[in-house]
């Protein structure tokens, strides 16, 4: 069965500094690894995909995630974070042979200061 | 930009009481999703629907839920005997494929069982 894990319910980070937020997954095969974003009132978007390409992948505004193996991670980062990036991000998983279920972390609340 | 739409945006019942919760997917998309949070917690899965028949449940997905594309636009989740526990946003998905492809969410319908 898969499962994510989403360390940290809440971020909060400087307008200008690094964002990263953590993930991590069980998966019993090659999984399928997404980043959502949720802004207020609205659904979920996507951010990024991993589908087995590339280990480092780059997302819609600014946003990138590695996918680690050896670490079961697809940890999110962002170099510099902006006032508009404050909003919630999920993590999801979803394996080849489950067809097209997705499985979610907790999530993370981004919170930016100025 | 084409987008999933939901109706209603809130929706208070009372126990007991029969709820219909409507989606309009993306026109030229093909599998459909229905997916839940429950204040406070993850992401869940309930079910998926592909040419007119539930191609994936969850164990959440009980004898009081069902689901109807009736029209061959609207994609609706109707809830049994609504309880206290089904009070949750509900957000419906669509998308053009499996596996890898992105599922569009919809803004959520927050149901609220009194």
């Known amino acids: 069965a898969q499962s994510v894990t989403q360390l940290g319910s809440h971020v909060s980070v400087s307008e200008g500094a690094l964002v990263l937020l953590r993930c991590n997954y069980s998966s019993s095969v090659p999984p399928y690894l997404f980043w959502y974003v949720q802004y207020p009132n609205q659904g979920l978007q996507l951010l990024l995909k991993y589908t087995s390409a590339a280990t480092l992948v780059k997302g819609i505004n600014g946003f990138e995630a590695e996918f680690k193996k050896s670490e079961t991670s697809f940890h999110l980062t962002k170099p510099s974070a902006h006032m508009s990036d404050a909003a919630e991000y999920f993590c999801a998983v979803s394996e080849a042979n489950a067809g097209n279920m997705l499985t979610f972390g907790g999530g993370t609340r981004l919170m930016v200061k100025p | 930009e084409p987008e999933v739409t939901q109706t209603p945006s809130h929706q208070v019942t009372q126990m007991g009481q029969e709820v219909i919760l409507r989606c309009v997917p993306i026109?030229?998309?093909?599998?459909f999703y229905w997916y839940r949070q429950i204040l406070g917690q993850k992401v869940e899965f309930l079910v998926s629907f592909y040419n007119n028949e539930i191609s994936e449940k969850s164990e959440i997905f009980d004898d009081q839920f069902s689901v109807e594309r009736p029209d061959g636009s609207n994609f609706t989740l109707k809830i049994r005997s609504t309880k206290l526990e089904d009070s949750a946003m509900y957000f419906c998905?669509?998308?053009?494929?499996?596996?890898?492809?992105?599922?569009?969410f919809g803004p959520g319908t927050r149901l609220t069982v009194l």
């Open positions: 998905a669509s998308s053009s494929g499996q596996g890898t492809t992105e599922q569009f």
């Open positions: 026109s030229n998309h093909l599998y």
